[in-house]
């Protein structure tokens, strides 16, 4: 029986998408091309990248080297059977006749790749393998992979022929540098439901594994019921001096991590992809993650009281991707810091059996979000979801840092997404769990929210009390439409609560906009009561006509967000879903459009 979850048809989204092939990529213009991808507030692989770490907020001058090279568009090497080139047959390869003194050629290829013993897999700088693809798959089962590469010298797996090889695996744990994995079809062993791929506690390996990249690759299981918490993509590092870095999974396929559409409230957590401690600098681009028994992305785990600031995840990037139709939700943060999910695709998140998890994107995660922030959503499209985008706040001072740090809470930041066809667009609730010594300290968090259009029965709600938190919401320059119920931004005030209502179109077309502005700290040229004028509403085309009171609206010429962004990571993200820079002229266009 599955879960009960109503698919929507896609809508006509050809406004901004391009690629042409199918493919979702939203604002690449050219996809697969050699070239960087252009997704507002997610640096390429090369660029410079934030450095400090937190406590300390970085700054547009702190800045580090990227990767060092072109992890994501570089070609594999030619195969020239050269000293070390391998060349694989699943269906043609004998590793007693293989060519180039046993490296294999196409002519005479090898059956088993170099450096496996049982379940061990040792790999060296410099080595090139090559698997003809499918049908037919090369039986891998457990491994235990150890090979360091290097920037000069890096480790190349790749696919040669039209269909991809496929690798049956289970688990893969990894101690690894330097590596490029292209055009691989991973898939879990007909007999077991499980695929993992690990990055500690291998073979006694204490070197962090770093510089990993999966290019154009599939990971998928059966998609049957997995009895346990887990993960398909786990990373961890050892320590704050061995970190686990530069992960990068380009234009790849996740799906059927255990049972998405499973008949009960259960669990058992199977998420997609996990970095947990000591990880960051990873990159999920171009990608789709669906089917997934728990969270496509989640940032960290539950209850992690202990570890200081710098052993949680940091700088980690979500753009360009589809997440659809899983047990849990799309994106799950706690326990980390300056995580960007931009221009990515969500839908579908519906569950009758467990409503709690028809949440889309969860910036901070209430009781297990401790000491997080500065999560960003931008430029993103999501539809069909009990609630959009949840922001549940909690913070407090540092736990085993000496002497104590104060932090100043969350910091999150929705700017410029499309949300529709959801039962609640931004679910905004501050809390003040403290679950360790010192007790006297204070909350502080803060929840911007600029340049949305969020077309919703219920837009923006606040659920729960501020408790002992303190708690500010600035709304600017958005668009709010379609409320049923009696607030179109149903905002309740309490003490601690800061909401300031400034430069927004709220309408509501079947009757009056209700506004509780004496809750309101700040209440300023707001438009009221005035038809956005979309292009075409039943075609989900929510792109205001040149005519709409939305555009070049006399209220702020910019909003602080955009340059609160540039000031922290030396990046600009002023732009619409479809690329257009903000302003067009002096006077920036309210919600997540920019006319031009």
């Known amino acids: 029986m599955p879960c009960n979850m109503t698919r929507q048809n896609s809508p006509d989204i050809s406004n901004y998408l391009a690629g042409g092939d199918g493919i979702f990529r939203m604002n690449d213009p050219d996809g697969n091309t050699n070239r960087p991808w252009t997704y507002p507030g997610a640096p390429f692989v090369t660029d410079n990248l934030p450095a400090a770490i937190m406590p300390t907020i970085p700054t547009s001058g702190n800045l580090r080297t990227g990767w060092g090279y072109d992890a994501a568009f570089e070609q594999p090497p030619v195969f020239a059977e050269g000293a070390q080139q391998y060349y694989m047959s699943s269906t043609r390869g004998d590793d007693g006749t293989a060519g180039n003194g046993g490296n294999g050629t196409v002519a005479l290829p090898r059956l088993t790749p170099p450096g496996r013993s049982g379940d061990n897999w040792t790999l060296n700088a410099g080595d090139q393998l090559y698997f003809e693809g499918g049908p037919t798959e090369y039986v891998l089962g457990d491994l235990d992979i150890t090979g360091r590469g290097t920037a000069a010298d890096r480790i190349w797996v790749t696919t040669v022929g039209g269909e991809k090889a496929i690798f049956e695996v289970d688990q893969v744990k990894n101690s690894i540098s330097h590596i490029i994995w292209d055009n691989i079809d991973f898939k879990s062993n007909d007999a077991d439901n499980t695929i993992s791929f690990r990055y500690h506690n291998v073979l006694g390996q204490t070197e962090a594994s770093h510089h990993i ?44 991590i255990g049972a998405w559409d499973h008949p009960a409230d259960i669990g058992n957590d199977y998420h997609a992809f996990q970095p947990a401690k000591w990880t960051r600098y990873m990159w999920l681009i171009n990608s789709r993650v669906y089917h997934i028994q728990g969270d496509s992305w989640q940032t960290n785990t539950s209850n992690q009281w202990t570890y200081v600031h710098e052993d949680r995840p940091h700088y980690m990037w979500i753009a360009g991707c589809e997440m659809y139709e899983n047990y849990e939700n799309a994106i799950d943060h706690k326990n980390c810091y300056h995580i960007i999910a931009t221009s990515n695709l969500i839908h579908d998140f519906r569950n009758a059996f467990k409503p709690a998890n028809e949440t889309a994107f969860t910036l901070s995660q209430d009781s297990e979000g401790y000491l997080s922030g500065y999560h960003w959503a931008i430029n993103n499209i999501i539809y069909n979801a009990g609630v959009a985008i949840r922001d549940s706040s909690t913070s407090a001072s540092i736990l085993t840092e000496a002497p104590h740090t104060q932090v100043q809470g969350d910091r999150n930041y929705i700017v410029g997404n499309l949300i529709y066809d959801v039962d609640e667009g931004l679910e905004l609730e501050p809390r003040s769990f403290d679950h360790t ?135 600009s993200i002023s732009e619409d879903l479809v690329g257009t820079t903000r302003p067009q002229g002096a006077i920036i266009d309210l919600g997540a459009y920019e006319v031009a």
Not at 449 to 455: H, R
Not at 490 to 511: F, K, S
């Open 437 to 571: 010594d010192p007790s006297d300290r204070t909350y502080s968090e803060f929840c911007g929210v600029a340049l949305n259009t969020i077309v919703s029965d219920m837009p923006v709600t606040n659920p729960r009390g501020a408790g002992s938190s303190s708690y500010t919401i600035d709304i600017q320059n958005n668009i709010v439409y379609g409320a049923t119920v009696s607030e179109d931004i149903a905002i309740e005030a309490w003490a601690g609560l800061t909401c300031n209502v400034l430069d927004n179109l709220v309408d509501r077309p079947a009757g009056s906009v209700n506004l509780p502005t004496g809750n309101f700290d700040s209440f300023l040229r707001n438009l009221i009561d005035q038809d956005p004028e979309f292009t075409n509403i039943g075609a989900k085309n929510f792109i205001p006509l040149a005519s709409s009171p939305a555009v070049n609206n006399p209220g702020a010429v910019t909003t602080p967000i955009l340059q609160e962004f540039a000031d922290l990571y030396g990046m």
């Open 213 to 256: 990249a999966y290019r154009h690759c599939m990971f998928h299981a059966n998609g049957v019921f997995f009895s346990g918490s887990s993960s398909c993509f786990g990373m961890e590092g050892f320590s704050a001096s061995e970190i686990c870095e530069f992960f990068l999974w380009y234009d790849c396929d996740v799906f059927d």
